[in-house]
């Protein structure tokens, strides 16, 4: 019966179908230990069409699904989010140290370049909300610049959480309480337990649904720091490289790469050096954005 869904068995056949589906179409490779997973996470998706079976669900994806619409909830339902504010604190600081304070001092010269920051893989939003503070925080005479942070992510879900801007009280529990008092508001009434990110803090953030392996992304121009944390880690050595490649054509030379604690770029590209803490500095142009 349909309703039993997550008591349904995975053979090996759908398996491979189902996550040559998902690589092919997000670049995310699901290993032989993520078979369990890939099931209960699309569990839900079969109850939904009632189908009795994976390989029912996986027709429906190639011949009734002409405009992606459900592989758009299997890519919502598989993709993994964990993120924080200030989650490595030191990143913040490199972007503080190597980007906004030498802007500072251009502009006290006369020079006020546009700052355009990417969070690639954003999740529900702490990242470029994280920096939006950082920039608040740290540009004098905010409302003179042209600044922009931009949040992507190939879940729709996680995007619509993040413009919401609304989070549980515990996630900036850890957050020094001046910071918080200056960038969220204190939820009351059916909002207890909540806070939101101040509207002068959203206006510096705009977000948009980027795969990263589509053969262009919707920019025309060139960011000064591409934040792209633990995202590569669920791609093989091939997409990694495909990846950073196309990063390399909308970074400004001297731009900032940050990369997570866990992925290790090294040797993987001769247009990004290291300067510690996963922190990478893009040597040069590579061609023209479209």
């Not at 470029?128 to 950082?134: F, K, W």
């Not at 510096?204 to 792209?228: S, Y």
């Amino acid at each position: 019966m349909a309703w039993l869904a997550s008591e349904t068995t995975m053979t090996n056949a759908e398996f491979e179908l189902l996550r040559a589906l998902m690589y092919e179409h997000s670049g995310i490779l699901l290993k032989d230990a993520k078979r369990e997973l890939l099931k209960g996470r699309l569990a839900k998706r079969l109850r939904h069409h009632a189908y009795e079976s994976f390989a029912q669900y996986y027709d429906h994806l190639k011949n009734r699904d002409p405009h992606g619409a459900e592989l758009q909830e299997m890519i919502n339902a598989v993709t993994t989010h964990k993120t924080s504010f200030f989650r490595e604190s030191h990143h913040f600081d490199c972007l503080r140290e190597r980007l906004l304070i030498p802007a500072n001092r251009a502009a006290a010269q006369g020079r006020r370049a546009p700052i355009r920051i990417w969070s690639a893989g954003c999740s529900s939003g702490e990242e470029p909300y994280s920096i939006a503070i950082t920039i608040a925080a740290n540009l004098d005479r905010l409302n003179t610049w042209d600044v922009k942070t931009l949040g992507s992510d190939i879940d729709t879900d996680v995007l619509d959480k993040a413009r919401a801007a609304i989070y549980p009280s515990e996630s900036v529990s850890d957050l020094p309480p001046d910071l918080v008092r200056r960038n969220f508001l204190a939820g009351n009434g059916k909002q207890a337990g909540f806070v939101q990110v101040k509207p002068a803090i959203r206006d510096l953030v705009r977000f948009g649904r980027v795969n990263l392996m589509q053969e262009t992304w919707p920019f025309h121009g060139k960011f000064d720091a591409i934040f792209c944390r633990n995202v590569m880690i669920y791609f093989d050595r091939d997409v990694q490289r495909h990846v950073l490649e196309k990063f390399a054509r909308y970074l400004k030379p001297g731009a900032l790469f940050f990369a997570g604690h866990s992925e290790n770029l090294l040797g993987m590209s001769n247009f990004l050096e290291p300067i510690g803490g996963t922190v990478y500095l893009f040597g040069g142009a590579q061609g023209d954005v479209e």
